[in-house]
């Protein structure tokens, strides 16, 4: 397969939050969100436990275009950075991922904490969060402004 041939992805789901406009992240992760999977896909649910981390994939549906080089979180007091530096929602496939954590589990609904997608963005992907994979701590914790 070629770099530039598309690729077609069906949503898993969507996100269901209190969020309609972007707000700064950390409003956004202080407030619960649902992940509601579509109800064919809830067996792929079962496992899942309370207080367990999950990386939520989701498509950042309401941003339109991107420049290569961006500032950090929109602060323009802050350099600029290429935006695969970044992890704003301005890029060539706007692709949000986020790590939260389970607070319930029930049918075809996850409700998670943490979670900085907006209401409607449709899911991609979740995939259980497994530090041996996931992170490095030290490492994680230097790119925390990003």
Known sequence: MRTTEPIT????????????????LE????????????????GGLDGLAVGDWLVVLFYCHRARGYELRQHPRGDATQPLRGVFALRSPYRPNPIGVTVARIEAVEG?????????ALD?????????????????SEECDANASL
């Open 9 to 24: 992805l069906t949503p898993i789901g969507h996100v269901e939050s209190r969020f309609t406009e972007p707000e700064p």
């Open 27 to 42: 409003e956004m992760r202080r407030h619960p969100s649902r992940l509601v999977l579509r109800p064919d896909l809830a």
């Open 108 to 116: 075809n609904v996850v409700q998670v904490s943490g979670l900085d």
């Open 120 to 136: 409607g963005s449709p899911l991609l992907d979740i995939k259980p969060y497994v530090s041996f994979f996931d992170s490095d």
